[in-house]
Structure formats: C-alpha cells, structure tokens
C-alpha cells in the first residue's frame, strides 16, 4: 500500500501564487510517474501536469502552461506544484496521483481545495 498526503492548498486572490506538496509512503515500491489532477466545482476529474521518475519528464495541460511547474524530489518521493498567475477557474480539489513503476497500479491523495477569488 502507498499513502499519499498532500499539503498546501488554501485561498487567494486572483494573480497569486500557491505551492502544493505529495509525500508518498508506505510499501518498499518504487514511485514511477508522478501528477496532479482537480476537479472543479460541477466537473469531472482533470488532468492539471505529470512528471517522469527518469528524467523529471513533464507535461501540462494547455489551461496552465507557462503559469504552473511541477517537479518532483525521488529521494523523498515528493511531488510538487507551484501555481502562479492564478485565476479563478483555476479553483477545485486537487488531487495527487503517483503510479508504481512498472506497473498499471495507481494510488490517490485525498485532495486539497484551492480556492482563487476574483
């Protein structure tokens, strides 16, 4: 079993700036990919930006390119979000998501809110 927790969502103002964090834990696995997903208010689930194990390979959805970079830290298999410029639409549930490496097996964090208030 992985548990992921995540940390760091809150409110603010339309133009600010929030970090998220993902610590993964639990079984002698090896994390492979790791994301962020939000589900905003009334809508599905959606992909926000990924992250390789090897290579730190990332890609965004097209709504946050340019204002949002993740990264990622293996040895503490830490997940990393740092939202800029944010925007009201930017509002919903995160939630973390890491992948066994090697395998199909995904895990889920227990979403944090983020809220952006014009």
């Known amino acids: 079993q992985v548990q992921l927790v995540e940390s760091g969502g809150g409110e603010v103002q339309a133009g600010g700036s929030l970090r998220l964090s993902c610590a993964a834990s639990g079984s002698s696995v090896t994390i492979g990919r790791m994301g962020w997903f939000r589900q905003p208010p009334g809508k599905q689930r959606e992909l926000v930006a990924v992250i390789s194990r090897v290579a730190s390979i990332t890609n965004y959805a097209d709504s946050v390119k340019g204002r949002f970079t993740i990264s990622r830290d293996n040895g503490k298999n830490t997940v990393y979000l740092q939202m800029n410029s944010l925007k009201p639409e930017d509002t919903g549930v995160y939630y973390c998501?890491?992948?066994?490496?090697?395998?199909?097996?995904?895990?889920w964090g227990q979403g944090t809110q983020v809220t952006v208030s014009s």
């Open positions: 998501n890491a992948l066994i490496a090697g395998t199909s097996s995904d895990y």
